[in-house]
């Protein structure tokens, strides 16, 4: 087994920067890849099995499924996930392919390990290289001879688009362009469906959801020096139907004041600091934002029920 990590992680002065950023902003709100250090990795692998959440086990059936027919469309080239968490989605893709190379991308550098390890035990054949970063700010992947030359595929899934606002999402599109040197793109996709059903799905049962969002505070209080009462947030999910995205953020229980970094920072009762976005595309929103972006829909795959869904995308010129 080959595993090879380049290390791009962002510095703990720009770890400062963002959360000050964010604070200041109204309303508040932290970029969602703060959520994965490595305990938020397991506990979003974790909302992935709770029965509320079938986002994950229908795209994964989806790709099981389709292997074949969408390899054939990718056409021979590296595949390149871009945030691959526990990378349970890639392996029939990888298979299909019959790649020699994986390029794995994702911000928290234990779950990358972790996450590359275990697929390159199930591929052998395959080398793994990870590169641990915010794929959100990456200007191009970091030179390696074993891409020198090699088509790029490109691979998005779980509907992580939808943590972007629309004209962010374009730019992360374009961005995406550029990184794999106008290879295809395949982009998993969410659609809209019952309100009450998606706020289930972000706010389950078990409450593994605000385990996640509220990891992000003890994240905080650990590397910037906070002083946050995690039990004077609670986490709440909202849909907003007007942009088509489920909200989640954690919501002050009285008035505070907190520490980070050396700054103090005050919370009214009831204000919001939001954690993430999940934006749902129906099939005319996601042609709409590849058109922006320079990309066209060259194909389409999805479940029965028509919920999730694979974009091959190309550049449309």
């Given at each position: 087994?080959?595993?090879?990590?380049?290390?791009?992680?962002?510095?703990?002065?720009d770890l400062e920067?963002?959360?000050?950023?964010?604070?200041?902003?109204?309303p508040?709100?932290?970029?969602a890849?703060?959520?994965?250090?490595?305990e938020?990795?397991?506990l979003?692998?974790?909302?992935?099995?709770?029965?509320?959440y079938?986002?994950?086990?229908?795209?994964?059936?989806?790709?099981n499924?389709?292997?074949?027919?969408?390899?054939?469309?990718?056409?021979?080239?590296?595949?390149?996930?871009?945030?691959?968490?526990?990378?349970?989605?890639?392996?029939?893709?990888?298979?299909?392919?019959?790649?020699?190379?994986?390029?794995?991308?994702?911000i928290?550098?234990?779950?990358?390990r972790?996450?590359?390890?275990?697929?390159?035990?199930?591929?052998?054949?395959?080398?793994?290289?990870?590169?641990?970063?915010d794929?959100?700010?990456?200007?191009?992947?970091?030179?390696?001879?074993?891409?020198?030359?090699?088509?790029?595929?490109?691979f998005?899934?779980g509907?992580?688009?939808?943590?972007?606002?629309?004209?962010?999402?374009?730019?992360l599109?374009?961005?995406?362009?550029?990184?794999l040197?106008?290879?295809?793109?395949?982009?998993?996709?969410?659609?809209?469906?019952?309100?009450?059903?998606?706020?289930?799905?972000?706010?389950?049962?078990?409450?593994?959801?605000?385990?996640?969002?509220?990891?992000?505070?003890?994240?905080?209080?650990?590397e910037?020096?906070?002083?946050?009462?995690?039990?004077?947030?609670?986490?709440?999910?909202?849909?907003?139907?007007?942009?088509?995205?489920?909200e989640?953020?954690?919501?002050?229980?009285?008035?505070?004041?907190?520490?980070?970094?050396?700054?103090?920072?005050?919370?009214?009762?009831?204000?919001a600091w939001?954690?993430?976005?999940?934006?749902?595309?129906?099939?005319?929103?996601?042609?709409?934002?590849?058109?922006?972006?320079?990309?066209?829909i060259?194909?389409?795959?999805?479940?029965?029920?028509?919920?999730?869904?694979?974009h091959?995308?190309?550049?449309?010129?």
């Amino acid at each position: 087994m080959n595993v090879e990590l380049i290390d791009l992680h962002p510095a703990t002065a720009d770890l400062e920067q963002v959360v000050r950023e964010g604070l200041t902003a109204m309303p508040r709100q932290l970029p969602a890849w703060l959520l994965y250090d490595s305990e938020g990795s397991r506990l979003f692998a974790s909302i992935c099995e709770q029965p509320e959440y079938s986002l994950t086990r229908t795209e994964i059936a989806l790709l099981n499924h389709q292997a074949d027919a969408i390899s054939a469309a990718l056409g021979p080239g590296v595949m390149v996930e871009f945030g691959i968490g526990n990378a349970h989605k890639v392996s029939p893709l990888l298979k299909a392919l019959k790649s020699d190379l994986f390029v794995g991308l994702d911000i928290s550098r234990t779950a990358l390990r972790d996450a590359l390890e275990g697929l390159g035990r199930e591929h052998p054949q395959t080398t793994m290289l990870g590169i641990c970063c915010d794929h959100s700010q990456l200007a191009d992947l970091p030179p390696h001879p074993l891409l020198d030359g090699r088509r790029r595929i490109g691979f998005f899934p779980g509907s992580s688009l939808g943590n972007f606002s629309w004209d962010n999402a374009v730019a992360l599109l374009q961005r995406f362009r550029r990184l794999l040197n106008n290879g295809p793109l395949l982009l998993g996709l969410d659609q809209p469906r019952s309100p009450a059903l998606l706020e289930a799905a972000y706010d389950d049962a078990a409450g593994v959801s605000a385990a996640f969002a509220q990891n992000l505070l003890t994240r905080l209080n650990r590397e910037l020096q906070g002083d946050i009462d995690v039990d004077r947030f609670h986490y709440r999910a909202r849909w907003q139907s007007s942009q088509s995205r489920i909200e989640m953020a954690l919501v002050s229980d009285s008035p505070q004041t907190i520490t980070l970094a050396g700054q103090l920072w005050q919370f009214e009762p009831d204000e919001a600091w939001i954690t993430e976005h999940s934006v749902k595309y129906s099939p005319a929103a996601a042609e709409e934002l590849a058109k922006q972006a320079g990309w066209r829909i060259q194909q389409r795959w999805h479940d029965d029920n028509d919920q999730v869904s694979l974009h091959l995308l190309l550049p449309a010129d």
